[in-house]
Each structure stands twice: as C-alpha cells, then as structure tokens.
C-alpha cells in the first residue's frame, strides 16, 4: 500500500477535489439543491414575516462544501458606561487556494430589541456569530438565494422582542470528528455560572489554522471534517488545544495503522 500523502501540494489537491468548484455552472447547481437538503432537514432556518432566513450553521455548511473556512481574528469590547457591547472581525480562508477571499464585521449591544437582559458572555458570542455569518454572506450570499432562501444571516433579523428572556446556555464542548475525541459533558450549574462571569478566551487565529492544517490531512474523513469545521469557532483556548492533540494522535495512530497493513 502506498503511503497517505503529506506535502502541502497533495493536501490542497486532495482539498480541490473534494470540494465544489464555483466556476463549474453544473456544481453551482449542484451545490444549491445539496444546501437546500441539508438546511431543510436540519431546520437551520428562522422564520421572520414568512420568509425563511438560513441560521449560521447553514452559511458555514455552506462554505465547508466550497472549502472556505471561518477564522475569528478579534473579539473586540467596545461597551460604555451606558452599553454593554461587542464588536467582531472574521475573514474566510479559502482551502483550495490558500488565501484570504473575504471578511465580516459585527457588533452586539445589550441596547438591542430582546437583549436587555443578556449576560456579557452572550453579547460577546453574538457578535462573533454575526461575523461569521456576515462574512458568508459577503461571499456567498447568491448561493443561498440559489438553494432557496433569503440572503441575509438568520441572525442579523431583529425579531425578538425587549422582555426579559434567559441568556443562552455557555457553549460546552463540541462533539470531536475524529475517534477518541469524545463529548464532554455540560457543567454543573455552579461552574456554569463561574464560566459566565469571566470572559471565555477564544481559540486563537493560530490554533484554528493548525486545526484546519492537521483537518486536511488525507487520513482525515469528509464527514469528520465538515463536523470539526462547523464548530470550530465554538472552542476556546483549552480545548483547542485539546483538539490538536487528539487529531495528531489520530492522524498517527491511522498513518501506523496503515503501514502495518502494508
């Protein structure tokens, strides 16, 4: 058996074969009606007025099928005496390329419609989620009008109200793609509220870019790279380094596993 390729050249080519082209009309196509399945059946959409607005889990779907990839740069606090408020920076890193192809900006305020009464954890995480989707949407916005829906991020919408609403729940870990990378389960209450106090350190802009490296290794699967991709930007520090540990473990124990074979 021939050895897994590992040169920079044979992962991005191995990237470019698995992911739709754009310039191709037919994967266009192809594309659209796979995103409109995808985001049906996992009801990733808002309604607002009758119309259906696609939440970002379905813009980032988006983008793992084109392989561009989100990468939070800044989380910057920006609040006042009188506001509590966030502002966030994420550009698009375009695997099959290996550049930069757009970038997003947005802000939250506990002054907005239905936020009043949010916790800070929750304005600062808002505000990297809009960013995120902004910056698809920068990009990809004719894709979605494609697959059927609106093209403006679920969560730019004002649709809530201002009544006092529980702050959403500390985001735990995510499920990992690879074996041995397990769930961790949520936290008591007590350590819940003490995470809610602090402010969470994010998973900085080199350790995505390490995830995203060891993730296009070709022993890594489409299925656990989609799932990885998805949340990558849910990790804080300590887990991301918990997720580089385990995908180097991964990528070893499968390389070992195949020599063996041969």
């Given at each position: 058996m021939n050895e897994a390729p590992k040169t920079t050249k044979d992962i991005t080519k191995k990237v470019k074969a698995e992911s739709y082209d754009i310039a191709r009309s037919d994967e266009t196509l192809d594309?659209?009606?796979?995103?409109?399945k995808f985001i049906k059946e996992n009801k990733l959409?808002?309604?607002?007025?009758?119309?259906?607005?696609?939440?970002?889990?379905?813009?980032?779907?988006a983008g793992s099928r084109l392989g561009i990839v989100p990468i939070v740069e800044h989380v910057i606090n920006v609040s006042s005496a009188e506001e509590m408020k966030y502002q966030a920076k994420v550009t698009l890193f375009d695997l099959r390329h290996g550049a930069t192809v757009g970038a997003g900006f947005a802000v939250c305020s506990n002054k907005e419609s239905g936020k009043k009464f949010y916790q800070e954890f929750a304005i600062m995480s808002m505000a990297q989620t809009r960013a995120i989707g902004k910056?698809?949407?920068n990009c990809l916005a004719w894709i979605i009008r494609a697959a059927g829906y609106e093209p403006t991020p679920a969560e730019e919408m004002d649709y809530n109200?201002?009544?006092?609403?529980?702050?959403?729940?500390?985001?735990?870990?995510?499920?990992?793609?690879?074996?041995?990378?397990?769930v961790v389960p949520a936290e008591a209450p007590a350590v819940a509220a003490e995470a809610a106090a602090a402010p969470v350190q994010y998973a900085t802009a080199s350790q995505k870019e390490e995830i995203i490296?060891?993730?296009?290794?070709?022993?890594?699967?489409?299925?656990?790279?989609t799932k990885m991709l998805l949340n990558i930007n849910r990790l804080d520090?300590?887990?991301?380094?918990?997720?580089?540990?385990k995908l180097r473990k991964a990528i070893d124990d499968r390389e070992n596993g195949e020599k063996a074979a041969a």
């Open positions: 594309l659209a009606k796979d995103l409109a959409t808002t309604n607002v007025q009758g119309k259906e607005f696609v939440n970002v889990e379905g813009w980032q779907y910056a698809y949407r109200t201002n009544t006092p609403v529980a702050a959403p729940a500390p985001a735990v870990a995510v499920a990992q793609a690879v074996p041995a990378m397990q490296r060891l993730l296009n290794h070709p022993v890594i699967t489409r299925p656990e790279k520090e300590e887990r991301a380094i918990q997720a580089i540990a």
